[in-house]
């Protein structure tokens, strides 16, 4: 969009409140109930949906910078709001592919439903690739799912858990099927994130026991493991792209938190300010190398999926990598930021203390270092013999 304008969205006044919310959210481990309610006021969770159903009609590329903006202002807040842009990104991806399954989506984003991420589970590395959770088929075409998945951001405010089970009794079983639960009995939420950082997404354990997903919210039902399905390209994209979005957002801000503290600290020894001394002044050039690589590729690669550009095999490479990426050059700026400021950035009511801690929670999200290598080996080198 050529007029897009991303402080229009989010204005340097409604960051500022939510970046001082923040530090008090990590502190007393508590969701940010305020910023989502400011958010869904300005429209943010229907920015996927199109124009002529009332939403924001943008694109992954605008929403990744809108995603970068947000996490330098409050991490959590924008980790947690990711997983249902995720949601609202996978119906964009589908829809321009012809694909109208999460249709409803859309329609609900822009009626204030809180959709949550419901993928992981405890051992299960074959991610989107299969599942522990049960999903057993009813004879009205429902679905009763039955499992635990982890890791369930918003989880005190979704009110529908997008999720995939496996359906081993239906005739052309296996199959994977993703579906769409409500808030309900038969869905408990553990009380259990105490975590290092990110504490803000209460991210919980979900368990489901028996939980319906109705017919029409039954979207997709695929062979397990790699598949070309349009449903895994679509999860597997923006979740990369939104995700490397968000720790993007974070070393951008430990970027210039490292160069508003070192135009103000002087040393004792030259009386002149740090910016002025070369080894500092090499870690913020270390700092900004670093993170100038990011927007461009993610833009890139965000309007390559808004354009249905094909890169064949290498998408899944690409991903992975920008994920990859993002992920570790943000704890790498971070890192310099801490040097650059000192021993006060130790404290824990340091913004780049809880930073620190926050930018750790990347290392854990799939593509995890181990996965996005094998991924990129398998791109370049072909699969390992048996």
């Known amino acids: 969009m050529t007029d897009f304008d991303p402080a229009s969205y989010l204005p340097d006044d409604l960051l500022e409140r ?18 989502l309610a400011e958010l869904k006021a300005a429209g943010y969770l229907a920015i996927l949906a199109p124009a002529d159903m009332g939403g924001g009609g943008l694109g992954l590329a605008e929403a990744s910078v809108l995603q970068q903006r947000l996490a330098g202002a409050a991490p959590a807040t924008a980790l947690a709001v990711n997983m249902h842009l995720v949601w609202t990104g996978v119906a964009k991806v589908l829809a321009d592919r012809g694909i109208d399954a999460l249709r409803f989506v859309h329609e609900g984003a822009v009626a204030g439903e809180v959709f949550a ?33 982890i890791f369930t951001s918003l989880a005190p405010v979704w009110t529908q858990l997008g999720m995939h089970g496996l359906d081993t009794t239906s005739a052309d079983a296996p199959k994977l ?15 259990d994130w105490d975590t290092l950082g990110m504490r803000g997404t209460q991210s919980r354990t979900t368990e489901l026991r028996g939980a319906v997903a109705p017919a029409d919210r039954v979207v997709r039902r695929v062979d397990p493991g790699p598949n070309p399905d349009p449903i895994v390209f679509g999860i597997f994209s923006v979740f990369e792209l939104l995700l490397a979005s968000v720790y993007t957002g974070i070393a951008r801000r430990a970027l210039d938190l490292g160069v508003e503290t070192a135009g103000r600290r002087r040393s004792k020894k030259t009386g002149k300010a740090y910016s002025q001394d070369p080894d500092i002044r090499w870690r913020i050039a270390e700092m900004a190398l670093a993170y100038d690589a990011l927007p461009p590729e993610l833009a890139a690669l965000s309007r390559d999926v808004d354009g249905l550009v094909n890169h064949g095999p290498r998408w899944f490479s690409l991903l992975a990598g920008v994920k990859h990426r993002a992920v570790t050059t943000a704890k790498r700026v971070v890192d310099e930021a801490m040097l650059v400021a000192g021993g006060s950035s130790y404290f824990s009511a340091n913004e780049l203390s809880r930073l620190y801690r926050d930018v750790l929670a990347g ?24």
């Not at 099927?177 to 009380?191: E, I, K, L, S, W």
């Not at 996965?371 to 048996?386: I, K, M, N, R, Y």
């Open 18 to 35: 939510f970046r001082t919310r923040a530090a008090t959210h990590d502190r007393e481990n508590t969701f940010p109930d305020a910023d």
């Open 117 to 149: 991420f419901g993928i992981s589970e405890a051992g299960n590395d074959l991610v989107l690739f299969g599942s522990d959770t049960d999903a057993a088929p009813r004879p009205d075409g429902s679905y009763a799912f039955t499992g635990t998945k």
């Open 177 to 191: 099927v993703y579906g769409f639960v409500p808030r309900g009995d038969a869905v408990v939420t553990r009380d």
């Open 363 to 386: 290392l854990f999200h799939p593509s995890d270092p181990e996965s996005a290598h094998s991924t990129v080996a398998t791109a370049w080198l072909g699969p390992v013999e048996d």
